[in-house]
């Protein structure tokens, strides 16, 4: 449809494509060249010396994949941390955008206490983590036996239900901020003539967080459920640095399994296949996502 714009709106694209097309092309090599070089190996046998060239074997990988009861349990794992982590961060989210929200005296050192857990390295969060979760002299077990809670020390990352519970914790803490800071820059694009005309019609605080604020949150909400399902669904410095994946194999996330399988095992190819299952994983539960709020619109 380049013929029925204008010259002014040619120039205008022209210069659009100009800003956005290095952009695109950075994207490209940062992003999609890795996927499909992976995509490449999942389907070759290669040796990492150069010893063994390249050679095209198929499905083999992914034939090997349906059968390893370590890939099922390590794709498990990381949907039920997405599965339980998610849904309790953008609650939380959505109470502390909307708390943020309000005016009130220490408004800026309340936004700054909140987005502390997000601004802190993940690997540093979670050694402190794991320091007050440690059996023997961990801050959690400390407080419970002074307390008389328990009688005695709680294996907070050796049980494999407590464990799971741990890393979730950790993933509420750290992130829930960032759900927020999302949220509350849609709550701040709701014009306020809308909730004056609520008030007018008798609407209740509730009514009006129900009938005004969730419905025109929807793009917010979805921005955030999908970069932080992606975010959940790659974890790899939580279980890496908090449980190592233990014990046994309970917090296992596919990265972890990845990891493993590469660094410690030196199986590439094996690997990208694992790398490559997980991103489909990851694309498929954002179109669910996207399809879902839509249709509710």
Known sequence: MMSSLSPLDRRRQQTGLAFVTPTLLVISLILVYPILQSIVLSFGSSSIDGSEPYRFVGLKHYMTLAGDDRFWNSLWVTLTFTALSIPLELILGVGLAVLMNEHFRGKGLARLAVLFPWALPTALNTLMWRWMYNADYGLFNAVALQSGIVERPINWLGDETLAMMSMVIVSVWKTSSFMALIILAGLQSIPRELYEAGRMDGMSKWQEFREITLPLLRGPILVALIVRSMDALRTFELPFNLTDGGPVTATESLSLYAYKVIFDFIEFNYGAS????????????????IFTLRNKD
């Open 274 to 289: 694992i790398v490559v299952v997980q991103f489909l994983v990851i694309f498929v539960m954002s179109l669910a996502y």
